[in-house]
């Protein structure tokens, strides 16, 4: 159980271009999404946190105007990456938690984009 | 959030038993200390999660001592496979679940 499936798995496009990311819980209802982004050998930084039905809540330093989130529903979230450069090429993660109890987040297996 | 403050590598062999000790030393009342494994290019891999004393399941042991302000993952009989980063995460209710990942334990496992 506690399945969270993230699509695509890679991404590769030109700079400029909008990339979507989707991040969906398969077997269990998400009330919460995290978004992380993680360079080479560091650990993952967390982007923004996101509840379903609600504007997402993002960490400091990161545009939201750049890195737009959507949590419609309780099994889908999406990060849409905006005007995408060079910059951005990064390893993006999603996870997804069961808001019942005590449950621990369950994470994608992560988008690897690159901008050329 | 708890900040937690984990050794930045360890090496061991095939077959021995491997603890990682996690520092967090603020962590709240309704913090869970939770233990993720992450391979190369790939998501983290939630291994066990715990409250207070000792959580045992099939892949490993967490003990957690009476004020919490530590945590130690104990693997047991490591193979080849084992070798990734190990990330103690600690969260609860109050901040929304929402975590801090440290920079994590890089486990090497040699034969």
């Known amino acids: 159980g506690a399945v969270v499936s993230q699509h695509p798995s890679r991404v590769i496009c030109k700079s400029g271009t909008s990339v979507k990311i989707e991040c969906r819980s398969l077997?269990?209802?998400?009330?919460?999404m995290f978004w992380y982004r993680q360079f080479p050998k560091q650990s993952l930084m967390l982007m923004a946190t996101?509840?379903?039905?609600?504007?997402?809540?993002?960490e400091q330093g990161v545009e939201k105007d750049k890195f737009l989130i959507n949590h419609a529903s309780l099994t889908l979230s999406t990060l849409t990456v905006t005007s995408a450069h060079p910059e951005d090429s990064s390893f993006y993660i999603c996870?997804?938690?069961?808001?019942?109890?005590?449950?621990?987040?369950?994470f994608g297996d992560g988008t690897r984009l690159s901008i050329l | 959030l708890a900040k937690t403050t984990q050794p930045i590598s360890m090496d061991s062999y095939e077959g021995q038993e491997v603890n990682i000790t996690c520092s967090h030393n603020?962590?709240?009342?309704?913090?869970?200390i939770t233990w993720y494994q992450q391979f190369p290019s790939q998501g983290p891999r939630f291994i066990i999660q715990?409250?207070?004393t000792k959580v045992t399941n099939e892949v490993a042991s967490l003990f957690i001592p009476a004020d919490r302000k530590s945590s130690t993952l104990s693997l047991p009989r490591v193979s080849l496979s084992d070798t990734a980063v190990y990330y103690c995460?600690?969260?609860?209710?109050?901040?929304?679940?929402?975590?801090?990942f440290g920079a994590g334990t890089r486990l090497f496992v040699k034969a």
């Open positions: 996870s997804a938690r069961d808001g019942q109890g005590n449950q621990p987040q369950h």
């Open positions: 077997d269990f209802q998400a009330t919460t």
């Open positions: 996101s509840n379903e039905g609600s504007k997402a809540t993002y």
């Open positions: 603020n962590i709240a009342t309704n913090d869970y």
């Open positions: 715990g409250y207070k």
């Open positions: 995460l600690v969260g609860g209710y109050t901040g929304g679940f929402k975590t801090i």
